[in-house]
């Protein structure tokens, strides 16, 4: 009896002992496994890889086409073009007979191959001074032909013009221009009278002017300056002759004057 009542007691102690550790054991077991993260087996790696989609060939760019040109824009005339173009004034004078030896020797120089107007100058201007007087003689009846063809355009001209267009165009030069501008004048109307210096000037170029042997601008120039720096040095009695040519001019335009005044006006109104 004791025996059994002792075996059984041993069995509650063992089953008490035993009991709570394996409990313990198999808590401890779960709770590791909780920690420690499940590997993803070969087909779950599978599943969640994406697969790469395929490169799509790049489309190739047609070239593109070639834009129109724009149209030109039609541009506003400035008050200058449009009284020009009403005017229609011809040019400002007619050439001299330098001037009309140097246009037929720059177009047989360029002709040559001569480009460069600097050389075609100084070619013109020597092959001038080696011209006779009766060569020379022949461009001066040419460019009187032209200058009395340019008078009887310019007469023409004047006589079909309107004069409120004159007047607003020689105002615009002077606006621009100043003191300086070339304006519009009735051909009809008689040359203003040269003063003596005027008159001086002019004779000191007709002497000179064969010596210095040229008819470039800069020699001109260089002439012009002369003259007036002769005209310093003058004295009364060298003046006097220039001085009494002048008041001929005088007198001359006085009775141009009045004959343009005559002819020109009905009424107290003038014609042109």
């Given at each position: 009896?004791?025996?059994?009542?002792?075996?059984?007691?041993?069995?509650?102690?063992?089953?008490?002992?035993?009991?709570?550790?394996?409990?313990?054991?198999?808590?401890?077991?779960?709770?590791?496994?909780?920690?420690?993260?499940?590997?993803?087996?070969?087909?779950?790696?599978?599943?969640?890889?994406?697969?790469?989609?395929?490169?799509?060939?790049?489309?190739?760019k047609?070239?593109?086409?070639?834009?129109?040109?724009?149209?030109?824009?039609?541009?506003?005339p400035?008050?200058?073009?449009?009284?020009?173009?009403?005017?229609?004034?011809?040019?400002?004078?007619?050439p001299?007979?330098?001037?009309?030896?140097?246009?037929?020797?720059?177009?047989?120089k360029?002709?040559?191959?001569?480009?460069?107007?600097?050389?075609?100058?100084?070619?013109?201007?020597?092959?001038?001074?080696?011209?006779?007087?009766?060569?020379?003689?022949?461009?001066?009846?040419?460019?009187?032909?032209?200058?009395?063809?340019?008078?009887?355009?310019?007469r023409?001209?004047?006589?079909t013009?309107?004069?409120?267009?004159?007047?607003?165009?020689?105002?615009?030069?002077?606006?621009?221009?100043?003191?300086?501008?070339?304006?519009?004048?009735?051909?009809?109307?008689?040359?203003?009278?040269?003063?003596?210096?005027?008159?001086?000037?002019?004779?000191?170029?007709?002497?000179?002017?064969?010596?210095?042997?040229?008819?470039?601008?800069?020699?001109?120039?260089?002439?012009?300056?002369?003259?007036?720096?002769?005209?310093?040095?003058?004295?009364?009695?060298?003046?006097?002759?220039?001085?009494?040519?002048?008041?001929?001019?005088?007198?001359?335009?006085?009775?141009?004057?009045?004959?343009?005044?005559?002819?020109?006006?009905?009424?107290?109104?003038?014609?042109?």
């Open positions: 009896m004791f025996r059994v009542i002792g075996s059984f007691s041993a069995l509650r102690v063992s089953s008490r002992v035993l009991t709570p550790s394996r409990a313990f054991s198999t808590t401890g077991a779960s709770l590791v496994a909780a920690a420690k993260p499940k590997r993803k087996t070969d087909a779950a790696v599978k599943k969640t890889t994406k697969a790469k989609a395929p490169v799509k060939a790049k489309k190739v047609a070239a593109p086409k070639p834009k129109p040109k724009p149209k030109p824009k039609k541009k506003t400035t008050k200058k073009e449009q009284l020009d173009a009403l005017l229609k004034a011809p040019k400002s004078r007619a001299g007979a330098y001037a009309v030896f140097l246009g037929e020797f720059s177009k047989v360029r002709q040559q191959g001569m480009t460069t107007v600097a050389e075609i100058a100084r070619a013109c201007s020597a092959s001038w001074n080696q011209l006779g007087e009766s060569e020379k003689h022949q461009y001066q009846t040419k460019a009187d032909k032209l200058s009395a063809e340019y008078e009887e355009t310019l023409k001209w004047w006589n013009t309107d004069h409120n267009l004159v007047a607003l165009e020689n105002r615009r030069r002077k606006r621009v221009d100043g003191d300086k501008a070339r304006l519009l004048k009735d051909p009809f109307a008689p040359k203003r009278p040269m003063t003596s210096y005027v008159l001086f000037v002019k004779d000191f170029v007709t002497q000179n002017k064969g010596a210095a042997g040229t008819n470039d601008i800069t020699e001109m120039s260089s002439l012009m300056k002369s003259a007036a720096s002769k005209w310093k040095t003058l004295s009364s009695a060298e003046k006097a002759p220039y001085a009494k040519g002048a008041e001929v001019e005088k007198s001359r335009y006085k009775q141009d004057q009045d004959k343009y005044l005559k002819s020109h006006t009905v009424g107290g109104t003038r014609l042109h």
